[in-house]
């Protein structure tokens, strides 16, 4: 994750864009809720502001606060399972190990991938401390409140992974075997839903003039939200803790005899816009295929991109095969109900997921791959034991097959850019390729003024901004991407 981050994968222009934009921050302050497009916050590009006030504006400091937040994250995720045992972390960090996702593209500068990950850990221990420790934490629930909100803020589609948590706690909740835990961590999901669907109407509809005249409402509006979410949730649960037997039998009367008594069906039912929308780019992205040729320009070979279904293939049926038969023993004795929330939220959140995109982009499938490898070293142990030592050795070989050929392409010269598919989409390589021979050669000539693709353009523009250079050189420059200019590391350069 470490290695070379600054430099590789190249500038992407959304990255560059956020710098840009946190670089007009110094100079104007937080002057708006919105993002590049209306579903993507501010809130990152602020912070990245305050980095560059500290250390300089770079490439280096675009992309280290989600470095810091997503080792932190995962640091978060290792030290529970270490609660749990040391084989679920071990399954753990050999899964995590597979990735590329984790490994590269999760340095990428974008708000998505530098919240995501950090924001689903601290939900994640908050589900532990209330569900495994039984927390009454007054400050366990506004850290829940106050993470939500601001993944909320910081991108749309960290609402999927607060929904998903909301009817898997329902689901413990009313399933009639309640405890004091599962209903005071309902009741949580429950009034947390308020502050994000609170903050999702603003980022839609508070336009940038309204912002710039009422910034100190709107923002102490919205510091005041997680405040309130815990004294509404503090002021509920003894009320829901008193009424839960009766509400449990009037939610039973009213569901007796419909054709919601069959969850299960209705659970596969709504999992078919995802299977359709989603199955197809998860897979790519989980065994690697669409990472290589995205980072590298780098066709794997059939033997390889086999490997990578196998591995896949096997670790979602050990998942899927621990959910059932987690939610099976939490029927029988409910004694576990921590375990039993991870077998519900993840099919859950992949059911909610195509309702907040229906983009095939490795971005926003990080949630997914964390959710699907933490249920798993969570699961997986407990309920299938002597299928966790293979899981484990399956993962190990295949993690060291996606190590070497990664270490091999990181030492290989840059390829041309390369067009390929992600599911239903066309995604291609040259968006990541590295631009700076570019930038040094127009830093080296004194051009400033230059024109090309959006792509282009932003990384040019935040590497000029950042470090600046002399523009003695009136004339104009046109770049293009060109893949059979492998001397101009394929980009073409017209004066």
């Given amino acids: 994750m470490v290695h070379d981050f600054a430099s590789f994968p190249g500038l992407h222009a959304d990255e560059a864009w956020a710098g840009l934009r ?14 590049m497009r ?14 560059f006030k500290a250390r300089g504006a770079s490439v280096e400091s675009l992309r280290l606060p989600g470095l810091i937040l997503n080792v932190a994250g995962l640091g978060i995720l290792l030290l529970l399972l270490l609660r749990q045992s040391a084989r679920s972390a071990g399954l753990f960090v050999a899964l995590c190990c597979t990735s590329l996702l984790l490994l590269l593209e999760a340095r990428i500068a974008w708000e998505v991938m530098a919240w995501n990950l950090f924001g689903m850990a601290c939900l994640v221990a908050v589900a532990h401390a209330f569900l495994v420790r039984g927390s009454t934490s007054a400050l366990t629930a506004f850290l829940f409140f106050a993470v939500s909100l601001v993944g909320v803020l910081n991108h749309f589609v960290f609402v999927s992974w607060s929904l998903a948590f909301a009817l898997a706690s329902a689901v413990l909740w009313w399933r009639g075997r309640a405890s004091a835990p599962t209903s005071r961590f309902f009741v949580l999901n429950a009034v947390g839903l308020a502050p994000v669907f609170i903050a999702c109407v603003l980022q839609w509809r508070l336009d940038d003039d309204s912002f710039r005249h009422h910034p100190t409402l709107v923002l102490s509006s919205l510091v005041a939200l997680p405040l309130l979410a815990t004294g509404l949730w503090r002021a509920l649960v003894p009320v829901l803790e008193r009424h839960t037997p009766s509400l449990q039998a009037w939610c039973s009367a009213r569901l007796e005899g419909s054709r919601v008594r069959k969850p299960h069906v209705w659970l596969m039912v709504v999992l078919v816009p995802f299977l359709i929308m989603h199955a197809i780019g998860l ?67 992949a059911a909610c997921f195509p309702l907040f995109t229906s983009r095939e982009s490795p971005r926003h499938y990080l949630l997914l791959t964390l959710a699907l490898f933490y249920a798993g070293a969570v699961l997986i142990p407990s309920h299938l034991p002597r299928i966790r030592t293979r899981l484990l050795a399956v993962s190990l070989v295949f993690a060291a097959a996606t190590q070497a050929v990664a270490w091999w392409n990181l030492g290989s010269p840059p390829r041309p850019p390369l067009d390929f598919r992600i599911g239903w989409r066309k995604e291609t390589s040259k968006h990541l390729q590295d631009i700076a021979p570019v930038y040094a050669l127009l830093k080296r000539e004194g051009i400033c003024h230059y024109e090309g693709d959006f792509f282009i353009q932003q990384p040019l523009e935040f590497l000029r901004q950042a470090e600046g250079w002399s523009c003695a050189n009136p004339a104009p420059a046109t770049l293009e991407y060109c893949p059979t200019c492998a001397a101009t590391f394929f980009f073409s350069v017209r004066r």
């Fill in 22 to 35: 946190a670089l007009e921050h110094l100079e104007r302050g937080f002057f708006t809720l919105h993002g």
């Fill in 38 to 51: 209306y579903y993507a916050g501010s809130l990152y590009p602020y912070a990245l502001s305050l980095v």
């Fill in 283 to 349: 897979l790519g992205v989980l065994g690697n295929d669409v990472l290589y040729r995205r980072l590298f320009g780098y066709v794997p070979p059939l033997a390889l991109r086999i490997a990578g279904l196998l591995f896949v293939g096997v670790l979602i049926v050990a998942v899927v095969v621990a959910c059932l038969r987690t939610v099976r023993a939490f029927r029988q004795d409910a004694t576990d109900p921590h375990g039993a929330f991870w077998a519900l939220v993840l099919p859950l959140y």
